[in-house]
């Protein structure tokens, strides 16, 4: 612990290929030279920051990864900055994004002539499970995510997920925490997001029902030729009337009906285990049978990534 509170400039590292880039920010592999660890590291210019008006994104993100330790999450193990950069030194998730996985399985079912399926309903369980165990913790400790979608789960060299991006997450114990902003990806926003609406634990839930289908299904719930067409559908969505394609798991589409509901408050685990809607109730489901909840950490994943070498760091 001596030598991470000592590692404050980019010169500790051996930086190496990038991982990936986003809206104000790029992630490269790195390794620190005094232990040889390996890291994902998210580098932000802070010119574009505060030209963006990015600052308190970069400052969210930053507040809940120091608030928050779970399995389920993506660990920040320090940060510092230099003149012109912000570094965020995080834990290396090899597995790629569960994207990644949807994208594949989807493929390969298309190659053997099958339509509107992609991942197994055992993968799907089993990830979406571990999303929930995520999503419970993080709710627990006050933190809604706000943005949760395949491309910001991880996957580890085990095939276990790990949720990231905190840029838009809302934290309830903040005082001005009930502030509206719209926040999330157009497929897997929630109505009352869209409405203007306080964002509420019930957004995060809803979007793990976008993700069930997107899983099995190998497309959003949610799409259209564009984001206001998009978000029509969003708005006029009856989850008693909503279509699911030949083939599509009735436990999957039970769970997917309790989750995209217009009030957030009847979705299934938006309330508290003491009034009966709390996340027991939605562990309880019967689309999860089978898993054991106390040891879903440590159980076997049913998908193993396949691990390409990185290009050795400089």
Known sequence: MTDRLK???PADFWFGTTLGEGAYARVVHARLKATNEEFAV????????????????????????SKVS?????????SFQDRNYLYMVMELCRGGELLDVIVKAQKEQAAR??????????????????VIEALEYLHEMGVIHRDIKPENILLNEAGHLKITDFGTAKDETEEGARQNTFCGTAEFVSPE?????????????????????????????????????????????????????????????????????QDPKARLGAGTNADGNGYDALKSHPF???????????????????????????
């Open 288 to 314: 999860f049978t089978g898993i054991n909840w106390a040891t879903l950490g440590r159980s076997t994943s049913p998908y193993v990534p396949h691990i390409s070498p990185l290009p050795p760091t400089d």
């Open 7 to 9: 590692t404050q400039s």
């Open 42 to 65: 998210k580098i932000m210019e802070k010119r574009f920051i505060s030209k963006e008006k990015k600052v308190k994104f970069v400052m969210m993100e930053r507040k809940v990864f």
């Open 193 to 261: 997001v869209l409405r203007d609406h306080e964002a509420s634990r019930g957004c995060d839930l809803w979007a793990v029902g976008c993700m069930i289908y997107q899983m099995l299904v190998g497309r959003p719930a949610f799409r259209a030729e564009n984001e206001y067409l998009t978000f029509q559908q969003i708005l006029n969505h009856p989850a008693e009337d909503f279509s699911y394609p030949e083939g599509f798991p009735e436990v999957a589409q039970d769970l997917c009906s309790r989750l995209l509901l």
């Open 113 to 130: 002539g099958v339509t509107n399926k992609a991942c197994s309903f055992d993968v799907t369980q089993f990830f979406i499970a571990e």
């Open 70 to 78: 779970h399995d389920r999450i993506v660990k920040l193990s320090f």
